[in-house]
């Protein structure tokens, strides 16, 4: 991977490289340090689909900085792998990770949040157009959550009370009458980045590579998931006032239904991958979930 940083940046050094976890299965990733102190995220595609979306999420980033009040990665260099796929170089970003359990309601951090997420959401819907990634219609994405419903369904381990608590939510079709906008669509605790020296405002987010125009729960069901009912609601309470648009009044249960939907996924992963340590994690994560519910009605 130092290899790959020095042929897409002209004049780097590296002195160290360590190799770095990454969400997607098919990219691999490093941090290296250069001879001026300077550190890099190295990432290389292992499949040509993820070689394109590492190229159209360097596309979407050029035209992001101006827009957010926090940071975002830019890619410095890129280079062509010797089996014809794509790696990309930028600088690394400091940054303490946003666990949503450690939220509280009111003021601060969990504001800043709200705020943040609003500034994406209002982002022009033509940045993700001009970079070729997804654009979806409000109906056409309902279709699409309910079709992943039917996929999940299909494995046989989803309980039943569960599954039909989705069908349900999503059958609701006057639920979705959202204006769709830009969302990033992968965030977690990874990747919303908190400034160490104030520790009440968010620095960043880094990941950028599931951007689309879609529905702007997708980007609250991880808090909807793991932070305090308090702390979601001051979360819902800053991002509305933020908004340029004001958000449509179902937001907030679709925002939960996003965050149960992401068990599902990381099921149809584990299937799809037939690796049997995720089926078994994501079974037993639905087992909890409902659980959980046995009383909460949609």
């Known amino acids: 991977m130092a290899a790959l940083a020095c042929a897409a940046v002209r004049g780097m050094e590296p002195v160290t ?72 170089v930028q600088r690394a970003i400091t940054g303490m990770p946003l666990e949503p359990a450690d939220l509280v309601a009111g003021p601060g951090l969990t504001a800043a949040l709200g705020r943040a997420l609003a500034a ?18 409000a109906e056409e994405y309902r279709q699409r959550r309910l079709a992943e419903v039917d996929r999940a369904a299909q494995t046989g381990h989803v309980p039943p009370r569960l599954l039909a608590r989705w069908e349900r939510a999503i059958e609701e079709a006057g639920a979705w009458r959202f204006v769709p906008c830009v969302v990033n669509g992968d965030l977690a605790a990874e990747s919303v980045l908190v400034d160490p020296a104030d520790r009440q405002r968010i620095c960043a987010i880094t990941s950028w590579g599931q951007a689309r125009v879609a529905d702007p729960a997708d980007d609250l069901g991880w808090l909807a998931n793991g932070a305090d009912e308090a702390a979601f609601e001051s979360v819902l309470e800053a991002y509305a006032h933020a908004r340029a648009t004001p958000p449509d009044r179902d937001l907030g249960r679709r925002a939960r239904l996003a965050g149960e939907l992401s068990l599902a996924r990381w099921l149809l992963h584990g299937t799809t991958t037939d690796d049997a340590a995720v ?13 959980t519910l046995a009383h909460d009605t949609w």
Do not use: N
């Not at 959401?121 to 979806?136: K, S, T």
């Not at 089926?279 to 659980?291: N, W």
């Open 120 to 137: 994406v959401h209002d982002l022009p819907d033509r940045l993700v157009e001009e970079a070729g990634m997804p654009v979806y219609e």
């Open 279 to 291: 089926v078994d994690d994501a079974v037993s994560m639905l087992g909890l979930l409902d659980a």
């Open 17 to 88: 490289a360590a190799q770095e976890p990454h969400p997607e299965d098919d990219v691999d990733a490093a941090t290296v340090d250069d001879a001026l102190g300077r550190r890099w995220l190295v990432r290389a595609a292992r499949t040509p689909g993820a070689s394109a979306r590492l190229e159209t999420e360097a596309r979407l980033l050029d035209g992001l900085t101006s827009w957010l009040p926090f940071q975002v990665p830019v890619v410095t260099g890129s280079t062509t792998l010797p089996d014809g796929g794509h790696a990309v």
